[in-house]
């Protein structure tokens, strides 16, 4: 559902048809909204169309868990149950690499306005460079422990600056 905030009136309203959607993102350039399903798929959706524009298979046969796209709208980042978390380049919709997380599958994931792409898995979070978007890295430049926390539920940047809360 979309709805206008500064009046209190509904929009418009979609199904997906899909099932349920665990994981909703904004693409900060172009306002389209992210969907992640619970049967590997993506779906890219706007208010005007009743339809979604794009259908992406990111994850197969495992739910995405989580989802990030970078401030130019270019890569989006996606984190299945199958403890891959997968890089794709939106203009082209094609993964350009993929990472294993270690210690369970990606439960948060954000890029910072700085690029630094940051993933908590299980009670670990690794931090990797802005280049991991565009090749791949062989290792993280940092990671950090919680152990015996339970897994992380959410990691998220703090605008204009590289702090990351977790």
């Known amino acids: 559902k979309y709805h206008d905030t500064s009046i209190g009136s509904l929009v418009s309203t979609h199904r997906t048809k899909l ?3 665990d994981v909703m993102t904004q693409n ?17 959706w706007t208010p005007a169309s009743s339809e979604y ?7 197969k046969g495992a739910p995405v868990r989580a989802i990030a796209v970078d401030k130019t709208g270019q890569y989006m980042v996606t984190g299945g ?11 082209m919709y094609k993964e350009t690499h993929a990472y294993y997380t270690r210690g369970g599958p990606p439960t948060s994931i954000d890029i910072s306005q700085r690029g630094i792409l940051g993933i908590g898995h299980g009670c670990h979070t ?26 992380v539920e959410t990691l998220q940047f703090r605008p204009f600056e590289d702090v990351c809360g977790i």
């Open 28 to 44: 900060p350039s172009n306002a389209i909204i992210h969907l992640g399903h619970m049967n590997g798929v993506v779906t890219l």
């Open 126 to 151: 690794t931090f990797w460079s802005p280049d991991a978007l565009k090749i791949k890295m062989k290792d993280p430049y940092m990671s950090h422990n919680i152990p015996g926390r339970g897994p």
């Open 53 to 59: 524009l794009v259908k992406m298979l990111c994850h």
């Open 81 to 91: 149950a199958d403890s891959q978390v997968k890089v794709w380049d939106l203009r």
């Open 19 to 21: 099932g349920p959607c």
